[in-house]
């Protein structure tokens, strides 16, 4: 049986800033004409995931009503128990057997006649083999199976995977969409903290949440701010033994980076709405919409991969970096930014991380 997306009330407004993508989204319900398989791409924490869970609960939602919605079917897509909903979210790559597995799924009903929504929250982790396995379903998901790739580096996908999504643009939102998502949060505008988070998140409500509700994420920048400091104001000339000590520190740092995301107790995948409920309720209130049931097999998996590693940590030490623009910060910011893309083009992490060192190193007064 079809729903008539029209008359579900659950709607984007939990959505903050992000008001192109939900209007294409509306207009592509409203004429019901949704795309197989949608491409959601942008900077990273700016509601991509939580658009398109949110997305599922507009296609899954029992009731007719406005905002926030505790209905049995938003619900389990919140805690990752609806049966029609699967969230991937891993830092692992999805391999070629466990894709044959989601494309064998693809083919059968669901198990309400309703149309399942496959979920690859940071899609680049598709292995370019899976990726192949796919592309088929991925073309023509068939009548009841849609997908949504999730991604914050959409050239890291296949060529033939993007030409067959229908890709929407996400973007960082704005200082009052910001204020408006702390306020969701419940917390208060004018205290100097929640600035200061504003500050540092810098259009993406993702990272507001974990530098302002999680201690151990601003301990892991604080001392990375300190750490990257003592570089850039090192006056000794660089030794080779002093390089290989900075690498193994920088993996440190990018360690402590991943523990402390993996361990935050936040709503992640939440919208305005979800994080409301969150703060409201606490310890009551779950959002934890990965779901794949393989995920527990990929939480005993120790190490996330080093090149997201070190793409976090270079992100991080960039936005530190940006907060107190001087000559220095900015000659060390594009050196942070060569090295990323020496990444995104699969150079060596041993010589690309050696050749930031001597690039931060190098740079004088
Ligand atoms: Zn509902």
């Known amino acids: 049986m079809k729903k008539d997306h029209q008359n579900s009330g659950i709607g984007f407004n939990g959505i903050v800033g992000q008001e192109v993508p939900v209007r294409v989204l509306n207009h592509l319900l409203a004429s019901d004409r949704l795309?197989?398989?949608?491409?959601?791409?942008?900077?990273?924490?700016?509601?991509?995931?939580?658009?398109?869970?949110?997305?599922?609960?507009?296609?899954?939602?029992?009731?007719?009503?406005?905002?926030?919605?505790?209905?049995?079917?938003?619900?389990?897509?919140r805690t990752g128990s609806h049966p029609d909903v699967l969230a991937i979210s891993r830092e692992r790559t999805v391999g070629v057997e466990e894709?044959?597995?989601?494309?064998?799924?693809?083919?059968?009903?669901?198990?309400?006649?309703?149309e399942r929504l496959i979920i690859f929250d940071r899609a680049e982790n598709i292995t370019v083999q899976a990726a192949n396995a796919a592309?088929?379903?991925?073309?023509?998901?068939?009548?009841?199976?849609?997908?949504?790739?999730?991604?914050?580096?959409?050239?890291?996908?296949?060529?033939?995977?993007?030409?067959r999504s229908y890709r929407l643009r996400f973007s960082l939102v704005s200082q009052e969409n910001l204020l408006e998502f702390a306020q969701a949060a419940g917390d208060d505008p004018d205290d100097t903290d929640t600035?200061?988070?504003?500050?540092?998140?810098?259009?993406?409500?993702?990272?507001?949440?974990?530098?302002?509700?999680?201690?151990e994420y601003r301990?892991?920048?604080?001392?990375?701010?300190?750490?990257?400091t003592g570089i850039l104001n090192s006056r000794m000339?660089?030794?080779?033994?002093?390089?290989?000590?900075?690498?193994?520190?920088?993996?440190?740092?990018?360690?402590?980076?991943s523990s402390a995301e993996r361990t935050m107790n936040l709503p992640r995948g939440g919208d305005a709405d979800d994080v409301r409920k969150f703060f409201e309720s606490p310890g009551k209130y779950i959002v934890q919409p990965a779901n794949w049931r393989i995920e527990g097999k990929a939480s005993s998996e120790k190490r996330w991969g080093q090149g997201r590693k070190a793409m976090l940590l270079t992100g991080l030490l960039r936005r530190i970096l940006s907060m107190?623009?001087?000559?220095?910060?900015?000659?060390?910011?594009?050196?942070?930014?060569?090295?990323?893309?020496?990444l995104r083009y699969?150079?060596?992490f041993d010589i690309a991380l050696e050749r930031l060192y001597y690039g931060l190193t190098g740079i004088t007064g």
């Open 237 to 257: 000339v660089p030794r080779i033994q002093d390089a290989l000590d900075w690498k193994a520190e920088f993996w440190d740092y990018a360690d402590k980076l």
């Open 135 to 163: 592309l088929k379903t991925l073309e023509e998901p068939g009548a009841h199976i849609r997908f949504v790739l999730v991604t914050d580096t959409p050239e890291a996908l296949l060529p033939t995977v993007r030409s």
């Open 195 to 215: 600035l200061k988070a504003i500050r540092f998140a810098s259009g993406r409500p993702g990272l507001y949440l974990r530098y302002r509700h999680s201690s």
């Open 99 to 114: 894709m044959r597995e989601i494309v064998a799924l693809a083919g059968l009903k669901s198990s309400r006649g309703q």
């Open 324 to 342: 107190e623009m001087n000559r220095k910060s900015v000659t060390a910011i594009s050196r942070l930014y060569d090295f990323m893309e020496k």
């Open 346 to 348: 699969n150079c060596s």
């Open 219 to 228: 301990e892991v920048i604080n001392s990375t701010g300190t750490w990257l």
């Open 35 to 77: 795309p197989g398989t949608l491409l959601f791409s942008g900077p990273g924490s700016v509601g991509k995931y939580a658009t398109a869970l949110t997305l599922a609960k507009i296609l899954h939602c029992d009731r007719v009503k406005t905002g926030y919605c505790d209905c049995r079917s938003c619900t389990a897509i």
